[in-house]
């Protein structure tokens, strides 16, 4: 399942990156990219886990950046 999501609060290219990265490492998902500049998330994770995915995937963004929020 692929969805997008728009991002607050990320201040900087390097810690998107840094984000970027985490979210890949988390079990279920296939891909993830961050646009700094567009300030959103599109994440491709397993259809079936998805909620529970995206739990981590907001915990690997709030340790890179504590201020940076994912709206859903």
Same mark, same amino acid.
């Given at each position: 399942?692929?969805?997008?999501?728009?991002m607050e609060d990320l @201040?900087?290219? /390097?810690? #998107?990156a840094k984000?970027?990265? $985490?979210? +890949?490492?988390? @079990?279920?998902? /296939?891909? #993830?990219v961050?646009?700094?500049? $567009?300030? +959103?998330l599109?994440?491709?994770?397993?259809?079936?886990?998805?909620?529970?995915?995206?739990?981590?995937?907001?915990?690997?963004?709030?340790?890179?950046?504590?201020?940076?929020?994912?709206?859903?």
């Amino acid at each position: 399942m692929k969805k997008k999501f728009a991002m607050e609060d990320l @201040d900087c290219a /390097n810690c #998107a990156a840094k984000m970027e990265a $985490a979210i +890949k490492k988390i @079990d279920g998902v /296939n891909d #993830a990219v961050i646009s700094f500049m $567009a300030q +959103k998330l599109t994440i491709d994770a397993e259809e079936e886990r998805f909620d529970e995915i995206m739990q981590e995937v907001v915990k690997a963004c709030k340790r890179v950046e504590p201020d940076t929020r994912i709206i859903f």
